[in-house]
């Protein structure tokens, strides 16, 4: 089973903030949360990960909560372009089974 | 350019032919594994590999083997493949250490008939 809990799906109008959330009550101190997202089906692309600190990027803000059991992917200015779907996963470096689940289907709404 | 290449992209083949996808990457990742993808079902690894010569079985490795020669290649072998496989599959690699990002390939839509 994925170690990680998300919404199977959210709208968020063009040009606002999009944030998705994700549970992971269950990591654990070595584990990383990693960020990726899949438009239509092409392969899956890296969008951002962290440990303890938030973390930016040129694409996406990431926010952990301090107990770490829970993230938030912060899309700052929301464009059409962005529809995909969203995967969290947790990971050891050492992991080498990596769950993906199902993942968040963001609409962007024009 | 960094990246993972598989082939064929589409293929569509009979029950019982034994077909082979080709998985290859150019960063020197250690770790290779592949994915299939299914509607509703996500992104379900079927096998991995840490290293050359090391390979494990993912969630659903059932009718599918691999194998780990050379540390680029990952090809994923479907000995006789049967309709249940029809899928999009998707090979991804990593560096062993480090950030772990996971690069992954363009995919590879299989149906078998």
């Known amino acids: 089973d994925a170690k990680t809990t998300q919404p199977t799906s959210m709208d968020c109008a063009e040009g606002r903030a999009a944030n998705l959330p994700c549970n992971h009550s269950t990591i654990s101190g070595n584990e990383y949360v990693y960020w990726y997202r899949q438009i239509h089906s092409q392969g899956p692309q890296y969008i951002i990960h962290?440990?303890?600190n938030n973390e930016t990027n040129e694409m996406a803000s990431l926010i952990i909560t301090e107990d770490r059991k829970s993230s938030t992917l912060i899309l700052p200015h929301a464009t059409l372009r962005d529809t995909a779907v969203y995967y969290c996963i947790v990971r050891d470096y050492r992991d080498d089974k990596i769950i993906f689940g199902k993942g968040t289907r963001l609409h962007i709404l024009p | 350019e960094a990246q993972v290449t598989q082939n064929p992209r589409y293929l569509i083949t009979v029950t019982g032919k034994k077909l082979t996808v080709t998985c290859s990457q150019n960063m020197n990742h250690e770790y290779m594994s592949w994915y299939r993808q299914d509607p509703g079902l996500g992104l379900r690894q079927i096998y991995y590999?840490?290293?050359?010569?090391?390979?494990d079985k993912g969630d659903v490795p059932e009718g599918y083997k691999v194998s780990r020669k050379e540390k680029r290649n990952f090809p994923l072998i479907l000995e006789s493949p049967s309709p249940n496989q029809t899928s999009l599959y998707f090979c991804?690699?990593?560096?062993?250490?480090?950030?772990?990002?996971?690069?992954f390939g363009a995919g590879s839509r299989l149906t078998v008939l």
């Open positions: 962290g440990l303890k």
């Open positions: 991804a690699s990593s560096s062993g250490s480090g950030a772990n990002v996971l690069t």
């Open positions: 590999s840490m290293n050359v010569e090391v390979t």
